[in-house]
């Protein structure tokens, strides 16, 4: 589950530090997601040549575009029939929206369907729309829907505010994840998770409870206990960021995660080190959206279906191959498949 903070309207209930503007952020706020509170199921993807053997047959998903091809995915695509089949958490009809101050078009009828348990990953040339269709997705400020539609388990995105997408189990991790000065990561964390809590009546975590909640989780993106002290992102490396975000996701949880170029930035290790922890934060019941231009984190984090956006449309989904073509040949390889 997932909360938006805006910090500059939201301040912070005592005993926790006064919160500062943020710094290198566009629209004031940073969305991030709090835990479920359910125990997480643990699950190994099923192989992709298993999925992909099983898929539905491809059909057209804009009709303006003979040559735009999506798989329709469904919830019985490699299902075992011994287990309930995955539910769909996210589907998106038709989506177009322009930057709000321009009103320039950016997304121009984007379509995508994602199951629990699946992968999704989004590639595509600079500027094809990428963040711009991820930001839509969390409702970032600086863009309008002019058309089409969200339905996030069973609700209408687009009727949320922010906070209310974030509350409903969207967390999104930004391409730049910004910095909070005079915030320590562990007030920041400890408050938007007690956020949570209290919107589900539970008693919030005192900074000790929450110092054991958290510890473990540093192990698992591999990050030294000090950087709990020190505040948001400032002076951290752009890889300690990136590492930072996926603490924050496994502090707070999601049923949608949304990775924007999480392993831009990342030297090898650190780039295992992130791919194992999203994994270990995967489960039957949640999903990863994630952008990325390489495929050295799809051979980590293993996409169910990889998607390629051009000009504002998801014109091609596919499986791994789809990322092998483009690592050789690039993207006029891909736009004449
Ligand atoms: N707030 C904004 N103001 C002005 N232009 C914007 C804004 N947001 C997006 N754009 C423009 O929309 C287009 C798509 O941008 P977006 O960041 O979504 O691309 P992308 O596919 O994520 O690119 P990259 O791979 O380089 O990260 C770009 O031309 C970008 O300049």
């Known amino acids: 589950m997932a909360l938006l903070l805006h910090f500059s309207c939201s301040p912070p209930s005592p005993p926790l530090s006064p919160l500062p503007s943020l710094r290198n952020s566009p629209s004031n706020s940073l969305l991030f997601t709090v835990p479920a509170l359910r125990p997480h199921r643990f699950r190994s993807f099923p192989s992709l040549s ?9 059909t057209a998903t804009n009709a303006s575009l003979s040559a735009v091809e999506s798989p329709v995915t469904s919830p019985l695509d490699g299902h075992d029939g011994e ?20 009103k320039q078009e950016i997304l ?26 991820s930001k839509v997705l969390v409702g970032h400020p600086d863009y309008e829907v002019t058309g089409g539609s969200i339905i996030f388990k069973g609700e209408n995105l687009l009727d949320m505010e922010p906070e209310e997408r974030s509350l409903a189990g969207l967390f999104m991790s930004f391409q730049s994840p910004v910095e909070i000065p005079g915030v320590s990561n562990i007030d920041f ?4 998770y007690n956020a949570r809590r209290r919107k589900l009546g539970l008693p919030e975590l005192g900074p000790i ?39 924050q996701l496994a502090v707070l949880g999601a049923d ?33 959206l994630m952008i990325t231009h390489y495929i050295r984190l799809l051979k980590s984090i293993k996409p169910t279906y990889i998607h390629i956006m051009e000009d504002g449309r998801i014109v091609k989904t596919g499986d791994i191959t789809i990322a092998k073509i483009l690592e050789k040949d690039g993207y006029k390889a891909i736009s004449a498949a």
């Open 256 to 288: 949608l995660a949304i990775l924007d170029e999480i392993d831009s930035g990342l030297d090898v290790d650190a780039l295992e080190d992130v791919a194992k922890a999203v994994n270990g934060l995967l489960t039957q019941k949640n999903s990863v």
């Open 83 to 102: 287990s309930p089949p995955p539910k769909l958490l996210l589907q998106v009809k038709d989506l177009r929206a322009v930057i709000a101050e321009s």
């Open 50 to 58: 298993a999925q992909t053997q099983n898929r539905h047959s491809l």
């Open 189 to 192: 964390l400890n408050m938007a």
């Open 209 to 247: 409870e929450f110092y054991g909640y958290i510890s473990p989780k540093l192990d698992l993106v591999n990050m030294k206990i000090e950087f709990l002290n020190r505040n948001v992102n400032e002076g951290f490396s752009g890889g300690e960021r990136k590492r930072n975000e996926i603490l």
């Open 108 to 133: 121009k009828g984007v379509n995508l369907v994602v199951y629990e348990g699946e992968v999704h990953a989004i590639m595509g040339k600079n500027g094809s729309g990428k963040s711009t269709f």
